[in-house]
């Protein structure tokens, strides 16, 4: 590969928009949870040119992204779009609801209605 035809993991990866900074890119080489072509790397002066397919963590997703163009810039979102193909799109999910107080199931904190509500249901007065 010659220089004009490939980029480091890091930087593409930064013009790509996957991460905010090339800093955290970056670093997610360093711990070696970056793979090309089915290869972990740990040193993010990996070059790496079209068609190479990249498998990584992002938040709670795992991307497998297939290079399609290189970019000369970090660009505007649709221009960074065009630089991969998602072989992998990630998955909508669903709405978590946390069930810390089930007897509370409105949003926020209970009105003094429902205070008084789980207050008689737990046996005591409200002078106490």
């Known amino acids: 590969m010659s220089d004009g035809e490939s980029i ?6 930064w013009h790509a928009r996957f991460f ?14 970056v793979r090309v072509d089915s ?10 040119a079209p068609g190479a397919v990249l ?6 997703d795992v991307r497998v992204i297939r290079i399609v163009a290189l970019g000369t810039r970090r660009g505007p979102a649709p221009e960074a779009q065009a630089l991969y193909e998602d072989l992998a ?9 946390r069930q810390d107080n089930p007897g509370h199931d ?7 209605r ?12 409200g002078l106490e």
């Open 8 to 13: 480091r993991v890091d930087k593409w990866l």
């Open 106 to 112: 409105r949003v926020g904190r209970p009105t003094k």
């Open 89 to 97: 799109p990630p998955q909508p999910r669903e709405k978590r609801v």
């Open 20 to 33: 905010k900074t090339r800093g955290l890119a970056t670093r997610l080489v360093q711990e070696g949870k």
């Open 55 to 60: 498998t990584f963590p992002q938040n709670d």
């Open 114 to 125: 429902d205070r008084r509500a789980i207050q008689a249901l737990e046996g005591k007065s």
């Open 39 to 48: 290869s972990p790397i740990s040193k993010p002066s990996r070059n790496v």
